[in-house]
């Protein structure tokens, strides 16, 4: 399911090697070969603070990203694990209510 959606997502778009991505991102899981990918994973951080560093992570989460890690590269056998943080800007969605009818 997904890697349907995410060829249908390549299919849609407007780039010109597209045809080169789809061949790259077989339809089957079972045909996807972990050596042939590099893996990235994305922390999110908000931009207005500055950009952390491993280190700034907090320990059980560096635990978890450990064992991801580990289990990305010896299981499922991928080429390459990347850690990247990528800045976000932080927005607070509230819903709109009408105020209380005073009695």
């Known amino acids: 399911m997904f890697l349907t959606e995410i060829r249908r997502h390549i299919q849609a778009g407007p780039c010109a090697e597209r045809d080169k991505y789809l061949a790259y991102i077989k339809?089957?899981?079972e045909e996807i070969v972990g050596q042939d990918y590099r893996v990235c994973l994305w922390l999110l951080y908000d931009k207005a603070d500055q950009e952390p560093s491993k280190m700034d992570i907090p320990?059980?989460?560096q635990y978890e990203l450990k064992l991801m890690h580990?289990?990305?590269k010896r299981v499922c056998k991928f080429r390459d694990?990347?850690?990247?943080f990528v800045p976000v800007q932080i927005k607070?969605?509230?819903?709109a209510r009408p105020p209380k009818a005073a009695a």
């Open 81 to 84: 694990i990347v850690l990247r």
């Open 59 to 61: 320990l059980i989460a």
């Open 92 to 95: 607070q969605y509230t819903t």
């Open 27 to 29: 339809p089957k899981i």
């Open 70 to 72: 580990d289990h990305l």
